[in-house]
């Protein structure tokens, strides 16, 4: 009797544990779908700031135009052990299992991680062996932790190449621009780097049903006639994936932020989803007519793939207007210093002001025992326990009052 009783415990416990476990997500016709085949509609939150660090996140736009630039001038002012010393806590701490924990209580499913390729790989100009690709271990290990809590919790990880190799566009914060060197789509081996990284990703994740697919260039902003090279490239990563991983969604994004899909169509892998950006304009039907149509040209799935930076009221109109008509979403984005838009907000560290003064010439310059105890500190700040949850972009994201 004791052992038919721990038995049925364990069954019971087992069912438990895996009750929301809903299999590899895929593509069946205008929907996504689970292995169940039920429609999955995603409601994901981009982990904006944390991998790859746009300045207007942080209060920086006035001194800083990439990351690049905050690297800098942090090194520059507190030399560059003290920080890579910052950076490392940074990386720690910025997201941890506390926020995948909170996102899945206020009722998200998925998450969008916005990957800095240096987290993963050298530039180009840095191989030594040119053509060869080094791997760094750091990018991987913070993408694994991310996938073991969002396994633990089960929401869905959709990978997200925001800043690729040389750039994908002409706006610096958001690639990590460096205008002196070849570009993306100037460089063969910077095209290259980005093919054999998303090989690497797909070698490495091909197994994992909480990966949610693979979002593969993040807002290219470039002068590309007809996009055949936008195409191509696409067409090339898609194989090179294809290759080693067959279960996979991958999510394509147009041209101009993720809104020209001119020359992208038709589809061309059968687990493709086509994922169009939405800022600063009406939440009305005909701003999403044109997506809604080649939805229905190539019964192909559409997911919103980045919008928010605007009124709580925007937001719920927003998701409505997605949820309507069965798109699914990624808000941006979770955490930014002294912002209500965000999910999060991050305090200030108290000499922030003076750091940034400093830097705009116009302040004195802080020590290095101070400028360094600010910038620990905002690597504090960070952490989720340390940050306001802005409940009112809960309340519109989900309904709840």
Same mark, same amino acid.
């Given at each position: 009797?004791?052992? /038919?009783?721990?038995?049925?415990?364990?069954?019971?416990?087992?069912?438990?544990?895996?009750a929301?476990?809903? $299999?590899?997500?895929?593509?069946?016709?205008?929907?996504i779908?689970?292995?169940?085949? %039920?429609?999955?509609?995603?409601?994901?939150?981009?982990?904006?700031?944390?991998?790859?660090?746009?300045?207007?996140?942080?209060?920086?736009? %006035?001194?800083?135009?990439?990351?690049?630039?905050?690297?800098?001038k942090?090194?520059?002012?507190?030399?560059?052990?003290?920080?890579?010393e910052?950076?490392?806590?940074?990386?720690?701490?910025?997201?941890?299992?506390?926020?995948?924990?909170?996102?899945?209580? &206020?009722?998200?499913?998925?998450?969008?991680?916005?990957?800095?390729?240096n987290?993963?790989?050298?530039?180009?100009?840095?191989?030594?062996?040119?053509?060869?690709n080094? &791997?760094l271990?750091?990018?991987?290990?913070?993408?694994?932790?991310?996938l073991?809590?969002? /396994?633990?919790?089960?929401?869905?990880?959709?990978?997200d190449?925001?800043?690729?190799?040389?750039?994908q566009?002409?706006? /610096?914060?958001?690639a990590?621009?460096?205008?002196?060197?070849?570009?993306?789509?100037?460089?063969e081996?910077?095209?290259?780097?980005?093919?054999?990284l998303?090989?690497?990703?797909?070698?490495?994740?091909k197994?994992?049903? &909480?990966?949610? $697919?693979?979002?593969?260039?993040?807002?290219?902003?470039?002068?590309?006639?007809?996009?055949?090279?936008?195409?191509?490239?696409f067409?090339?990563?898609? /194989?090179?994936?294809?290759k080693?991983d067959?279960?996979?969604?991958?999510?394509?994004?147009?041209?101009?932020?993720?809104?020209?899909?001119?020359?992208?169509?038709?589809p061309w892998?059968?687990?493709?989803v086509?994922?169009?950006?939405?800022? &600063?304009?009406?939440?009305?039907?005909?701003?999403i007519?044109?997506?809604?149509?080649?939805?229905?040209?190539?019964?192909?799935?559409?997911?919103?793939?980045?919008?928010? %930076?605007?009124?709580?009221?925007?937001?719920?109109?927003?998701?409505?207007?997605?949820?309507?008509?069965?798109?699914?979403?990624?808000?941006?984005?979770? +955490? +930014?210093? $002294?912002?209500?838009?965000?999910?999060?907000?991050?305090?200030?560290?108290?000499?922030?002001?003076?750091?940034?003064?400093?830097?705009? $010439?116009?302040?004195p310059?802080?020590?290095?025992k101070?400028?360094?105890?600010?910038?620990?500190?905002?690597?504090?700040?960070?952490?989720?326990?340390?940050?306001?949850?802005?409940?009112?972009?809960?309340?519109?994201?989900?309904?709840?009052?």
């Amino acid at each position: 009797m004791k052992q /038919r009783s721990l038995i049925l415990f364990v069954t019971i416990f087992l069912a438990g544990q895996f009750a929301d476990c809903q $299999g590899f997500l895929r593509v069946q016709g205008k929907q996504i779908v689970n292995e169940k085949n %039920e429609n999955v509609l995603l409601r994901g939150i981009g982990l904006g700031g944390w991998m790859l660090q746009e300045p207007y996140m942080f209060q920086l736009s %006035e001194v800083a135009g990439n990351q690049t630039d905050i690297k800098s001038k942090i090194s520059g002012l507190i030399g560059q052990k003290n920080c890579d010393e910052f950076y490392k806590r940074f990386l720690t701490n910025m997201i941890t299992e506390k926020d995948i924990d909170a996102l899945k209580k &206020w009722g998200f499913n998925s998450v969008r991680l916005p990957m800095h390729y240096n987290l993963f790989t050298l530039p180009v100009d840095k191989e030594p062996v040119a053509g060869q690709n080094t &791997w760094l271990e750091i990018g991987f290990k913070l993408t694994d932790n991310l996938l073991s809590w969002c /396994r633990k919790y089960n929401i869905y990880l959709i990978l997200d190449l925001h800043a690729t190799s040389g750039g994908q566009g002409n706006d /610096r914060p958001i690639a990590d621009i460096d205008t002196l060197k070849p570009r993306l789509w100037q460089s063969e081996a910077n095209q290259m780097k980005t093919v054999t990284l998303w090989k690497k990703l797909a070698e490495r994740y091909k197994d994992e049903e &909480w990966i949610g $697919g693979y979002d593969l260039i993040n807002e290219t902003n470039y002068k590309l006639e007809g996009n055949a090279a936008l195409k191509k490239l696409f067409a090339e990563i898609t /194989r090179e994936i294809r290759k080693a991983d067959k279960k996979h969604i991958i999510f394509i994004e147009g041209n101009q932020f993720a809104n020209d899909f001119t020359g992208l169509t038709p589809p061309w892998d059968n687990n493709m989803v086509y994922s169009f950006h939405k800022y &600063w304009n009406p939440t009305t039907l005909e701003t999403i007519q044109k997506y809604l149509d080649m939805r229905e040209k190539y019964d192909i799935p559409l997911w919103m793939g980045e919008s928010g %930076e605007n009124t709580n009221e925007w937001f719920k109109a927003a998701v409505n207007l997605f949820e309507t008509n069965n798109i699914g979403w990624s808000w941006w984005t979770i +955490k +930014k210093i $002294g912002s209500e838009s965000s999910l999060l907000t991050i305090s200030r560290p108290a000499g922030w002001q003076k750091v940034i003064d400093y830097w705009a $010439g116009k302040g004195p310059k802080p020590t290095v025992k101070e400028a360094k105890a600010t910038f620990m500190d905002l690597a504090e700040n960070v952490k989720f326990e340390n940050c306001k949850i802005n409940n009112g972009v809960i309340e519109a994201l989900f309904g709840k009052k």
